[in-house]
C-alpha cells in the first residue's frame, strides 16, 4: 500500500535548539499512527510542521505522493489534511451548526461562495452526515461554547472531519477528559479509520496500545523508535525513555 503520508528527515531549530530532527515515518491508509512521547519531546511541534505551521529547515512531508513541504495550512487542508489541536480551537459564540457548516464550505466551488448559506447543497449534506455520525443532533442549536469538554472536543473532530480530509491529525483529543469521555472518543477515533487515515498525539498509554496500529516514539526531538505497539512496549530504549525504567 502507498502511504498516504511520508515524513523523511524531518527538522527544525530554534536558535540553538533541535525541536524536531530528522524525524522519519510514514502513514498507512486507514490506520491509526500514533506518536508517543515525554512533554517537551517534539510532538506538536513535529504535528506543526507536517501540517504548515512551522516552515521545516530540513527533511520532506509528502502527502499522498506530492511533496507538499512548506505549504502554508490553507493549501494542506486543499490536499487533504485535516487537524484538531491541544487546546479546543472552535468558534465558541457560534452553534454547533454554524461551526461544522463553516467548515464544510470548503467542500462548495469556488463559484458559489456568495450564495445564501441554503443553497450550499454540500456543505449541508456533509453537516446532516456529521451531525448523525458524532450524535449532536441535540446539540445543533446550543453555543459551542456552553457544550461540555468531552462534547467541545468531540465537535472539535467533526470539524477537522467536515471537509472531507485524506489524513486527520489529532493532537491529545482525550486531554481533559472524563474516563467514560475518553473511551467513547477512543471508539469513535478507531471508526474514523473506516474513511480516513489518523495521525495521533495522546498521552494516555492505555488508549494508544488499544487502538494503535503504529507508534513512533520520540524523546528530545529525536525518533527513538517506531513500530508496532508490543515491539514498542518491549524495547528496552522506549522503556527507559519514556516509562522510566529499562
Same mark, same amino acid.
Given at each position: 500500500?502507498?502511504?498516504?503520508?511520508?515524513?523523511?528527515?524531518?527538522?527544525?531549530?530554534?536558535?540553538?535548539?533541535?525541536?524536531?530532527?530528522?524525524?522519519?515515518?510514514?502513514?498507512?491508509?486507514?490506520?491509526?499512527?500514533?506518536?508517543?512521547?515525554?512533554?517537551?519531546?517534539?510532538?506538536?511541534? /513535529?504535528?506543526?510542521?507536517?501540517?504548515?505551521?512551522?516552515?521545516?529547515?530540513?527533511?520532506?512531508?509528502?502527502?499522498?505522493?506530492?511533496?507538499?513541504?512548506?505549504?502554508?495550512?490553507?493549501?494542506?487542508?486543499? @490536499?487533504?489534511?485535516?487537524?484538531?489541536?491541544?487546546?479546543?480551537?472552535?468558534?465558541?459564540?457560534?452553534?454547533?451548526?454554524?461551526? /461544522?457548516? /463553516?467548515?464544510?464550505?470548503?467542500?462548495?466551488?469556488?463559484?458559489?461562495?456568495?450564495?445564501?448559506?441554503?443553497?450550499?447543497?454540500?456543505?449541508?449534506?456533509?453537516?446532516?452526515?456529521?451531525?448523525?455520525?458524532?450524535?449532536? @443532533?441535540?446539540?445543533?442549536?446550543?453555543? @459551542?461554547?456552553? /457544550?461540555? $469538554?468531552?462534547?467541545?472536543?468531540?465537535?472539535?473532530?467533526?470539524?477537522?472531519?467536515? @471537509?472531507?480530509?485524506?489524513?486527520?491529525?489529532?493532537?491529545?483529543?482525550?486531554?481533559?477528559?472524563?474516563?467514560?469521555?475518553?473511551?467513547?472518543?477512543?471508539?469513535?477515533?478507531?471508526?474514523?479509520?473506516?474513511?480516513?487515515?489518523?495521525?495521533?498525539?495522546? $498521552?494516555?498509554?492505555?488508549?494508544?496500545?488499544?487502538?494503535?496500529?503504529?507508534?513512533?516514539?520520540?524523546?528530545?526531538?529525536?525518533?527513538?523508535?517506531?513500530?508496532?505497539?508490543?515491539?514498542?512496549?518491549?524495547?528496552?530504549?522506549?522503556?527507559?525513555?519514556?516509562?522510566?525504567?529499562?
Amino acid at each position: 500500500m502507498t502511504a498516504v503520508l511520508e515524513v523523511q528527515d524531518l527538522g527544525v531549530a530554534f536558535g540553538g535548539i533541535r525541536a524536531v530532527d530528522g524525524v522519519s515515518f510514514s502513514a498507512e491508509p486507514n490506520a491509526i499512527t500514533t506518536v508517543i512521547g515525554p512533554n517537551g519531546a517534539g510532538k506538536s511541534t /513535529l504535528f506543526n510542521l507536517i501540517s504548515g505551521l512551522i516552515r521545516p529547515n530540513a527533511g520532506r512531508v509528502v502527502l499522498g505522493g506530492v511533496d507538499r513541504t512548506a505549504c502554508p495550512p490553507h493549501l494542506m487542508q486543499r @490536499a487533504g489534511l485535516g487537524r484538531s489541536f491541544q487546546i479546543t480551537n472552535l468558534f465558541f459564540e457560534l452553534t454547533v451548526f454554524e461551526n /461544522l457548516r /463553516l467548515a464544510a464550505q470548503r467542500l462548495e466551488s469556488a463559484k458559489r461562495l456568495w450564495l445564501p448559506v441554503g443553497r450550499s447543497e454540500l456543505a449541508r449534506q456533509r453537516v446532516d452526515a456529521l451531525i448523525e455520525r458524532f450524535a449532536l @443532533a441535540a446539540k445543533v442549536g446550543e453555543l @459551542a461554547g456552553a /457544550l461540555s $469538554h468531552g462534547e467541545q472536543r468531540r465537535l472539535e473532530i467533526a470539524v477537522a472531519l467536515a @471537509a472531507e480530509p485524506s489524513i486527520l491529525l489529532l493532537d491529545e483529543p482525550t486531554q481533559g477528559m472524563s474516563h467514560a469521555d475518553t473511551a467513547d472518543t477512543a471508539k469513535l477515533i478507531r471508526d474514523l479509520t473506516r474513511d480516513v487515515t489518523i495521525l495521533l498525539i495522546e $498521552h494516555d498509554i492505555g488508549l494508544v496500545m488499544d487502538i494503535s496500529d503504529h507508534i513512533v516514539v520520540m524523546h528530545q526531538g529525536r525518533k527513538l523508535a517506531d513500530g508496532a505497539p508490543a515491539a514498542v512496549r518491549a524495547d528496552p530504549a522506549v522503556k527507559a525513555a519514556y516509562f522510566g525504567h529499562a
